[in-house]
């Protein structure tokens, strides 16, 4: 199991992401060498 850590390369996963009108898989690694922002909402669509 890959734990991120402070001041170490974030370990790579897989998520689903809302993308041109669509559902799309993604993979950290896609993206290595450019830089990217990460944004987490752990309330969103749960309707509380």
């Not at 850590?5 to 290595?32: C, W």
């Amino acid at each position: 199991m890959n734990i991120a850590r402070v001041g170490h390369p974030a370990p790579d996963f897989e998520a689903n992401i809302y993308l041109n009108g669509g559902f799309q898989t993604m993979k950290l690694s896609d993206y290595k060498g450019k830089w990217i922002v990460l944004c987490f909402y752990p309330g969103d669509f749960t309707f509380v």
